[in-house]
């Protein structure tokens, strides 16, 4: 059974750069695409992005011009990266397995909070 | 975007008694292949989402059977046929057929 587990610093000042890493085990990052996703007391769930380990991605609009995904098949991970952040960005981040063309994302990481302040 | 909406954004619910909730999706979810890529989450208090659907009306690994989903289109209900105490948490649809995916606002499911 995958287990995912998200890990990153929970504070990062506005105008830096969020980077958070998300470790599978239990399966091969190589075999599936990986989103991330966050949450947000206000807005709900924002799906971010997915990445699979070719390299193939796909973003959300509204924030595809700050992010970055990669893939480390030697640590079996997946990392995002999200530029200029500000106090919007604070939220829950997690990381799922998506099963792009079956329409589903199973099963999601615990989620780290990450808050955006200086 | 599709826009995902629910009904009602809070259930009180009693043990035993069955529960509904409503989502409507702004596009038809109908895929060509003739799925409805809608899937239903729970999540509860102090943990991530759990799927409880996928493609409108399957229950996922280990959902009790007396949760079940059903609709085509744009409009989708989950039915928990008898609730338990174990039930109660923020329930979220959500749209695979584009992307960006996007969910439901959540329907938060408390006991009475």
């Known amino acids: 059974q995958v287990r995912l587990q998200e890990s990153g610093p929970g504070l990062v000042k506005p105008s830096e750069t969020l980077s958070l890493t998300c470790t599978a085990s239990?399966?091969?990052?190589?075999?599936?695409?990986w989103s991330w996703l966050r949450q947000t007391p206000g807005k709900g769930l924002e799906w971010i992005g997915y990445?699979?380990?070719?390299?193939?991605?796909n973003f959300n609009p509204s924030l595809k011009s700050r992010l970055t995904m990669s893939v480390d098949s030697t640590k079996n991970r997946i990392s995002l990266t999200l530029s200029s952040v500000t106090a919007a960005d604070t939220a829950v981040y997690f990381c799922?397995?998506?099963?792009?063309?079956?329409?589903?994302?199973?099963?999601w990481g615990q989620g780290t909070l990450v808050t955006v302040s200086a | 975007d599709i826009v995902m909406t629910q009904s009602p954004l809070s259930l009180p619910v009693t043990p035993g008694e069955p529960a509904s909730i409503s989502c409507r999706s702004s596009?038809?979810?109908?895929?060509?292949?003739?799925?409805?890529?809608l899937a239903w989450y729970l999540q509860k208090p102090g943990q991530s989402p759990q799927l409880l659907i996928y493609?409108?009306?399957n229950r996922a690994s280990g959902v009790p059977d007396r949760f079940s989903g059903s609709g085509s289109g744009t409009e989708f209900t989950l039915k928990i046929s008898r609730v338990e105490a174990e039930d109660i948490g923020v329930y979220f649809c959500?749209?695979?057929?584009?992307?960006?995916?996007?969910f439901g606002p959540g329907t938060k499911v408390d006991i009475k």
């Open positions: 990445i699979h380990y070719n390299g193939n991605t």
């Open positions: 239990g399966d091969s990052i190589g075999n599936h695409y």
């Open positions: 959500m749209q695979a057929l584009q992307t960006p995916r996007t």
């Open positions: 596009q038809s979810l109908l895929h060509s292949n003739g799925y409805n890529f």
């Open positions: 799922a397995r998506d099963w792009v063309t079956a329409g589903w994302l199973d099963p």
């Open positions: 493609l409108g009306s």
